[in-house]
Antibody
């Protein structure tokens, strides 16, 4: 059974940093692209970032480019999202997702809440 | 900036059929955008329904189907049930590793 467990969310001040983690199990992590998707309170889903299976390529939404860094440790089956220069508009539940596979995010974690506020 | 548009809300009767659409602010949606569809109950993680236009994900009932209709991606629910009442999102792949989520449709079954 595929399981994705996010951690690292919390309250941070504007301009601050936070690192999210996603522990994966139930599939061959090193063969799967991985992604982060977020959802602001009461709003829709928003693509954040994708990393290829090897970590050799990364992609970002314009809204986070230059501030967020996606990475992975295939020896630990763990995905990361380093978030710097956080803004109030980054407040959201951040979901870790397996994929894209066939251009689809095929499994999702339960999410971790990041609140950016003074 | 690419905007992917969905109907804000839809109402369907139990047992009825509803078709949700997913369009581009400029241009037509084709299979080359690899549209996928997701279902989300408030407070829960999304669930994947359809990938690559029309392939149902594992465990998804066959009352859900995907297609391209009149230059938009479409999700049809045939024989709607009470637990189909939730939010639905489409996603389009626009190239260079970038995906764009639609604005979402809230479906009410009553």
């Amino acid at each position: 059974e595929v399981q994705l467990l996010e951690s690292g969310g919390g309250l941070v001040q504007p301009g601050g940093s936070l690192r999210l983690s996603c522990a994966a199990s139930g599939f061959t992590f090193s063969r799967s692209g991985m992604s982060w998707v977020r959802q602001a309170p009461g709003k829709g889903l928003e693509y954040v970032s994708v990393i290829t299976s090897s970590g050799g390529a990364t992609y970002y939404a314009d809204s986070v480019k230059g501030r967020f860094t996606i990475s992975r440790d295939n020896s630990k089956n763990t995905l990361y999202l380093q978030m710097n220069s956080l803004r109030t508009e980054d407040t959201a539940v951040y979901y870790c997702a397996k994929g894209p596979r066939n251009w689809t995010f095929d499994y999702w974690g339960q999410g971790t809440l990041v609140t950016v506020s003074s | 900036q690419t905007v992917v548009t969905q109907e804000p809300s839809f109402s369907v009767s139990p047992g009825g059929t509803v078709t949700l659409t997913c369009g581009l602010s400029s241009g037509s949606v084709s299979t080359s955008y690899y549209p996928s569809w997701y279902q989300q109950t408030p407070g829960q993680a999304p669930r994947t329904l359809i990938d690559s236009t029309n392939t149902r994900s594992s465990g998804v009932p066959d009352r859900f189907s995907g297609s391209i209709l009149e230059n938009k991606a479409a999700l049809t629910i045939t024989g709607a049930q009470a637990d189909d009442e939730c939010d639905y999102y489409c996603v389009l792949y626009i190239g260079s590793g970038i995906y764009v989520f639609g604005t979402g449709t809230k479906v009410t079954v009553l």
